[in-house]
């Protein structure tokens, strides 16, 4: 059952039984909540089985980094995939689905950060195939920031 799908059961479910809107607000928020935990686990798991050559390791953001947009600091080694990676600490922010990515990238924490944090979708039913595309473009569209950003400091 996808999570748009549990977010309707949720809400017809407590309309049968007369729940108040702000009850059934909270039950909403309870199941988000829960499912995004998961996805960040899931991030967890499969950012660690697949990229153990450049990753040196994966650290909680903070209740502060978390207002900021951030869940997780990669820390990356030396790499012969990836060089520039090499000593870089780069956010992450971990979505539960595409939609979340998308309504993600136009909120002001993202701007806030330059976008030079990995966005990805992580949702429990990925495929380590389109978990790996995702953080790939990522590392490549942070590259690019970082790269032009140098540029400009330059001229």
């Known amino acids: 059952m996808s999570g748009r799908e549990r977010r309707l059961d949720i809400i017809f479910d407590g309309l049968s039984k007369r729940l108040s ?44 980094n978390d207002h900021e947009g951030i869940d997780f600091w990669l820390n990356f080694k030396a790499n012969k995939v990836f060089p520039w990676l090499e000593g870089m600490r780069i956010p992450a922010q971990v979505k539960s689905s ?9 909120c002001s924490k993202y701007t806030n950060l330059d976008k030079k944090v990995l966005v ?36």
């Open 21 to 64: 809107v702000d009850q059934i607000e909270s039950k909403l928020n309870e199941e988000s909540h829960r499912y995004g935990k998961k996805s960040e686990i899931n991030f967890q798991r499969c950012a660690l089985t697949s990229f153990t050559s450049i990753l040196q390791s994966i650290e909680p953001g903070s209740e502060q």
């Open 98 to 106: 595409p939609e979340g990515v998308k309504n993600y990238r136009n």
């Open 120 to 155: 990805i979708d992580a949702h429990i039913g990925i495929s380590n195939k389109k978990f790996k595309t995702q953080f790939f473009s990522e590392l490549r569209r942070i590259r690019k920031i970082l790269t032009n950003t140098r540029e400009e400091v330059h001229s």
